[in-house]
């Protein structure tokens, strides 16, 4: 029996709400601001969330994993309506959502940023620590890391620190024993050289060898906003890692708005991910087929 997953990322939700750059006034988010206005407002088109919303509706998957970037310069007046957006998508137990970059783009005191996405990144699985948590679905372990952190007026960085990776290698253990399918979640790409200086996870390389380590069946991330396949390797074992563009990108843009449906099944005792990659298409107004492709089996 099959289990289906859609994958999204960035979703960088417009427009900005009012005010949104002076609420809680802080230099880098006016920054950020005028970059919307002057760029990103024209790329990140809020009519593609929606048809985004319906697109996956429509395709019934059995759990829907978002890699974070919801808002654009986490503003205390963007996150109740970023929660809003994902009740509409639908049940904070069938909803996993990692934090990115810009949803950690200045200090937010909890209670008006990431709290409103707590239920979103809820584990069922008791662990030590907020992350990375786990959620078990049939024979599927889905593993959420937080690779956001507030940073430097220029940086878009991330890091995961040593309690998190830690927590890591113990759990991806445990879950290979008990026989999951371990699919990890991470805004960051998770392997060194996959996003330019500045954009890039800064423990990289300890992320990579604990996964070829401990062995993952999936990583999936976004951050890029472009669509990516890679193999992280190390000591004679390797990991795929899919990344997704943007959600909301625009069709004359690079990389046009896609999400990814991922069927999980097993064959002769092998692991085989089935990837449908669903591309924006203005002329169908809507999200069309754009390539298949098939990882391990
Ligand atoms: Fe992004
Ligand atoms: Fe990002």
Sequence with gaps: MNFTLAHFSDLHLGPLPR???????????????????????KKHLPGIAEALLRDIHAHRPQHVAFTGDATNIASPLEFPRLRAWLDRLGHPE?????????????PVSPEKGLAYFA??????????????????RRNVALIGL???????????????????????RLLLAELRAKGFYRLVMIHHPPGPGMAARLRALTDAPELRNIL?????????????????????????????AIGVPSATMAADAHHPAEWNL???????????????????????AGFVPAHDFVVGG
């Design 19 to 41: 005010g949104a750059a002076f609420h809680a006034f802080r230099f880098k988010r006016v920054i950020g601001a005028a970059s919307w206005a002057f760029n990103r407002r």
């Design 94 to 106: 069938w909803v996993s959502f990692t934090p990115g970059n810009h949803d950690a783009y200045v």
């Design 119 to 136: 239920p979103f990144m809820a584990g069922d699985m008791k662990t030590e620590a907020p992350f990375p948590y786990v959620r078990l």
């Design 146 to 168: 937080n690779s956001a952190e507030p940073r430097w007026l220029h940086s878009a960085e991330g890091r995961l620190g040593p309690t998190q990776r830690h927590h890591l």
């Design 212 to 240: 070829c380590e401990e062995g993952v069946e999936l990583v999936i991330h976004g951050h890029n906003h472009r669509r990516e396949f890679h193999w992280l390797e190390h000591n004679n074992s390797r990991v795929p």
């Design 262 to 284: 991922y069927e999980i099944s097993r064959h002769k005792g092998q692991w085989q991910t089935r990837v449908h990659i669903r591309k924006w298409q203005d002329a169908a």
